[in-house]
């Protein structure tokens, strides 16, 4: 029990890292994606196509 809980809390901070990561990137393109509750849980639930679809829905709306 003890052992999936940090398996969930490692993926909560691997996807935070990984937001971050994507926003240092494309900090002079200004195409960033806010680090919140939504976007970290969808990032941990369903990995780097969660971010590429944030990243799609980001280009279309603005």
């Known amino acids: 029990m003890l052992k999936k ?5 490692k993926k909560i901070v691997v996807s935070a890292f990984i937001l971050y990561g ?4 494309v900090g ?3 195409l960033y ?3 919140n509750i ?3 849980l969808l ?5 780097i196509p969660a971010l590429i679809s944030l990243i799609v829905i980001l280009l279309i709306v603005f």
């Open 43 to 47: 990032l941990t639930i369903f990995g």
């Open 28 to 30: 002079p393109l200004n």
């Open 38 to 40: 939504i976007t970290v």
């Open 22 to 25: 994507y926003n240092l990137l």
């Open 33 to 35: 994606i806010p680090i």
């Open 5 to 9: 809980i940090f398996n969930i809390i």
